[in-house]
C-alpha cells in the first residue's frame, strides 16, 4: 500500500506562483514514475504532468508547458510541481499519483495510487 499525502496549495492571484508537494510512503519510492492531475467543478481529472523514476524524462499537458515545472526528490520520497503565471483556469484541486512501472504515462491507468488532492484557486 502507497500513501500521498499533498500539501501546498491556496488562494492564489492570475500571475503568481505556488509550489505543491507531494510526500509518498510505503514502497520504494525511487523505483516508480510520478505524476500530477487535476480536476476541476464539473470537468475530468486530466493529466497535468510527469516524470519518470529518476526524473531524467518528463511530460506536461500543453495547457500548463513553459509554466508548470514537476521535479522529485527521492531522498525525501517526495515530487513537486511548481507552478508559474498561474491563471483562473488553473484553479482545480490537484492530485498527485504514482505510477505502476518506472516510466510516467498521461492516462489515469497509468497510476495506481492516489492521494487525496489538494485545492488550488487563482483568480482574476
Known amino acids: 500500500q502507497v500513501q500521498l499525502v499533498e500539501s501546498g496549495g491556496g488562494l492564489v492571484q492570475a500571475g503568481d506562483s505556488l509550489r505543491l508537494s507531494c510526500a509518498a510512503s510505503?514502497?520504494?519510492?525511487?523505483?516508480?514514475?510520478m505524476g500530477w492531475f487535476r480536476q476541476a467543478p464539473g470537468k475530468e481529472r486530466e493529466f497535468v504532468a510527469g516524470?519518470?523514476?529518476?526524473?531524467?524524462?518528463?511530460g506536461y499537458a500543453d495547457s500548463v508547458k513553459g509554466r508548470f515545472t514537476i521535479s522529485r526528490d527521492n531522498a525525501k520520497n517526495a515530487v513537486y510541481l511548481l507552478m508559474n503565471s498561474l491563471k483562473p483556469e488553473d484553479t482545480a484541486v490537484y492530485y498527485c499519483?504514482?505510477?505502476?512501472?518506472?516510466?510516467?504515462?498521461?492516462?489515469?491507468?497509468?497510476?495506481?495510487?492516489w492521494g487525496q488532492g489538494t485545492q488550488v484557486t487563482v483568480s482574476s
Open positions: 499519483a504514482a505510477g505502476r512501472t518506472t516510466a510516467w504515462g498521461r492516462r489515469r491507468y497509468d497510476y495506481e495510487y
Open positions: 510505503g514502497r520504494t519510492f525511487s523505483r516508480y514514475g
Open positions: 516524470l519518470s523514476w529518476s526524473g531524467a524524462s518528463t
